[in-house]
């Protein structure tokens, strides 16, 4: 396994495990059974903190779905530098800390941890062009 898949492995548990804090303040809310009926889509969580991280959640999912086929394509390709690993590597934090930073409701941070794993995602896609 090159060092980029097992970051992208490690990003694509960590993304699978995002939804268990805010279905645990769904059971909290609404008790173990109203947390399994259906959810209406416009009903947010009661706790500010569960409903942004429903947001972080689907942004995370959101991003998976560019990273981790840029991903694949190196591993096809073969390509495989310090830069593609370092941001491999800046991605999986820069999800992590996005996450964090966004529950707890801090907007500048976030939009920085965002823009980090943008950056991360360009140098992938620009090694695969051949630019890096």
Same mark, same amino acid.
């Given at each position: 396994m090159t060092p980029e898949l097992f970051w992208l492995t490690l990003t694509v548990t960590m993304t699978a495990l995002f939804w268990?804090?805010?279905?645990?303040?769904?059971m909290v809310e609404d008790g173990v059974l109203g947390a399994m009926a259906n959810p209406s889509f416009d009903a947010a969580?009661?706790?500010?903190?569960?409903?942004?991280?429903?947001?972080?959640?689907?942004? &995370?999912?959101?991003? @998976?779905?560019? /990273? *981790?086929? !840029?991903?694949?394509m190196l591993a096809i390709a073969n390509v495989s530098t310090p830069a593609t690993i &370092?941001?491999?590597? @800046?991605?999986? /934090? *820069?999800? !992590?800390?996005?996450?964090?930073?966004?529950?707890?409701?801090i907007p500048f941070l976030r939009t920085v941890a965002f823009i980090a794993g943008f950056v991360a995602q360009m140098t992938l896609a620009f090694a695969l062009l051949g630019a890096a």
């Open positions: 268990m804090p805010y279905i645990v303040n769904r969580p009661k706790a500010a903190w569960a409903d942004r991280m429903t947001h972080a959640h689907s942004n &995370a999912v959101e991003n @998976l779905v560019i /990273f *981790a086929p !840029l991903v694949l &370092a941001a491999c590597q @800046l991605y999986f /934090f *820069a999800r !992590l800390a996005h996450y964090i930073i966004y529950s707890l409701g």
